[in-house]
């Protein structure tokens, strides 16, 4: 079966993905604070590949631990998790994503991965543990570790 990340057009359908979210989160007043602090010159390369390996693609060299740690300890942040979610619906038009099935599915891992997985140690006391994986998602959602 055609896995999520060749139905989202691979590596080059993911970066125009991630691009697109990234100008949109930039633009946004809520969501663009979080990268007033700076980030990688290869942010939109980079966020691609992780997707590319969620969704079913080729392994990106990432840590999960060292993602999850950047997205920690910040409190709740719920306003800018959903700004987040709808800058990414955007993007997806931007993309030419957002046709059914595919548009619905990467929403569904978008807005998870937001809400629960990257969001999941928030409080500035909890220790992110070492030795994550990169959560797996497929057209019926999160896959478990086999
Ligand atoms: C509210 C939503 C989000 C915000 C505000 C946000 C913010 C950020 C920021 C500021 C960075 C740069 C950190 C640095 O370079 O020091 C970053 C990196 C990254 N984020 Fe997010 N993020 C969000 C959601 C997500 C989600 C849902 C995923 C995955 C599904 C994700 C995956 C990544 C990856 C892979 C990197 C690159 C790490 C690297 O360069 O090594 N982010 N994010």
Redesign the pocket.
Known sequence: MTSVYEAAGRLEGLTRLAGAWHER?LADPV?SH??SH???PD?TA??AA??AE?LGGPASG?DET??VR??SGNGPHDE??DR?IACFDRALDDAGLAAEPVGRVLHDY?AW??RD??NRYHRPEDDVPAGLRIPHWSWDGLQQPG
């Open positions: 989160v969501v979080a990268f700076g980030y990688h942010h980079r966020l992780y997707w969620a990432l060292t993602i950047m997205h800018m998790n987040a978008f991965s937001t997985s990257m």
